[in-house]
């Protein structure tokens, strides 16, 4: 599941649209606090979060949510249309940001960056599975040794 965050509601609902039309689940948000509360109680493959909003910035909604040991691995997406300079951007970066947008957005370049990320996210799923299951038939093999070994040994005789 995606969220947005921004506290323009056309830009929420035209970004819902445009990626439920791509079968993407969205749920959307106003505020970083309204955010904050969300990502507690659902956990999502992406956040594409504004930068510019009243109260909390998106910079400090994406510390905050790093933070957060359930959503340490969401991938976030800053938008902005004001802060455009290499400082924000930069700062996107450093506070939780995987990449960073300027608006007004490029649709096809947002789905890309999107599907992009899912890829990524269901690779990493994949890999914990094969790990998971390795982890288990290295131990099942461990077990079965020491079986073997344990019926091996003979009584000593005196």
Do not use: C, W
Not at 31 to 47: D, M, P, R, W
Not at 82 to 91: C, M, Q, S, V
Not at 139 to 147: D, L, P, S, V, Y
């Amino acid at each position: 599941m995606i969220l947005i965050v921004d506290d323009t509601p056309e830009n929420l609902i035209s970004l819902k649209k445009v990626l439920e039309r791509h079968h993407f689940e969205v749920d959307t948000a106003s505020s970083g606090e309204e955010a904050l509360k969300k990502v507690l109680k659902k956990a999502y493959v992406l956040i594409i979060l504004d930068v510019q909003m009243p109260g909390m910035d998106g910079f400090e909604v994406a510390e905050a949510i790093s933070g957060f040991s359930k959503a340490k691995e969401t991938a976030i997406i800053f938008l902005s249309a004001a802060n455009t300079e290499l400082n924000f951007i930069t700062k996107g970066y450093s506070s939780g940001g995987l990449d960073y947008i300027t608006k007004p957005v490029d649709i096809n370049i947002l789905l890309l960056k999107v599907k992009t990320f899912y890829q990524i996210y269901e690779q990493s799923r994949k890999l914990i599975e094969v790990q998971k299951n390795l982890l288990e038939e290295i131990e099942f093999r461990k077990q079965a040794e020491e079986k073997k070994t344990n019926s091996l040994v003979l009584p000593v005789m005196s």
